[in-house]
């Protein structure tokens, strides 16, 4: 949901900051990796000593570049495989980062090995559920379903419920379980995304295999 309606606002929003950068030279791959940089360095920084909310608003200064480089490539008619491969792998690395982070400070004085464990399997599932629809495109299926929760959704419920919750360091009270919450439900809708591709692909695998099987009888038919 957030892939479908809220990107498609903030590229709007973005268009003409894309159109500057350009007119001033600067690359896609430029902003690929300066926005990458600055999330790790954020994430990694800020968060493994519990300052999740300077945390959050670094990462977040920086997070939309993903955006900004799209537009800027759509807009120089650069659009390509090799900006795609680039763009989807330091979105991994950003990813890896903010939940390295996080369970970073839970594994030190967060003092919480079960958060810990929880925040590692927000990172593996989520790579899990970005390979799952790369292996199955690249084998000629669609993996023709979305599933609960995307890169978007898992980025944002963590980062805000990340932000809201560092502002117990100035006297807010309780607000800190907002993302032990949301770390929870990000790994439970991402295991839940896992298997909703799985079974996709597995139907879709099936159907191809029965096509072919088809089409092959029919050949030898005529």
């Given at each position: 949901m957030l892939n479908k309606y809220a990107r498609a606002f903030f590229t709007r929003v973005f268009t003409p900051l894309a159109a500057f950068l350009l007119r001033m030279g600067v690359s896609p791959d430029a902003?690929?990796?300066?926005?990458?940089?600055?999330?790790?360095?954020?994430?990694?920084?800020?968060?493994p000593r519990g300052s999740f909310f300077w945390g959050t608003l670094v990462i977040t200064a920086f997070v939309f570049s993903d955006l900004v480089d799209g537009n800027m490539a759509r807009q120089a008619g650069r659009s390509g495989p090799w900006g795609a491969f680039l763009d989807s792998t330091l979105d991994r690395v950003a990813?890896?980062?903010?939940?390295g982070g996080i369970a970073m400070w839970y594994a030190g004085k967060g003092d919480n090995l079960l958060l810990c464990?929880?925040?590692?399997?927000?990172l593996a599932s989520g790579q899990v559920v970005s390979y799952?629809?790369?292996?199955?495109?690249?084998?000629g299926l669609k993996c023709a379903v979305n599933g609960v929760v995307e890169r978007a959704e898992r980025l944002v419920g963590t980062l805000v419920a990340?932000?809201?919750?560092?502002?117990?360091?100035f006297g807010v009270p309780g607000i800190e379980w907002l993302l032990p919450i949301a770390l929870w439900a990000v790994a439970v809708g991402s295991l839940i995304t896992v298997f909703q591709r799985v079974l996709t692909v597995r139907r879709e695998a099936a159907e191809l295999t029965a096509l072919n099987a088809a089409r092959a009888a029919e050949g030898?038919?005529?």
């Open positions: 902003v690929t990796l300066v926005g990458t940089a600055g999330v790790v360095a954020g994430a990694l920084v800020f968060f990813d890896s980062a903010i939940f464990a929880v925040t590692l399997f927000c799952t629809k790369a292996r199955a495109e690249s084998l990340a932000g809201l919750a560092g502002l117990h360091q030898e038919a005529q």
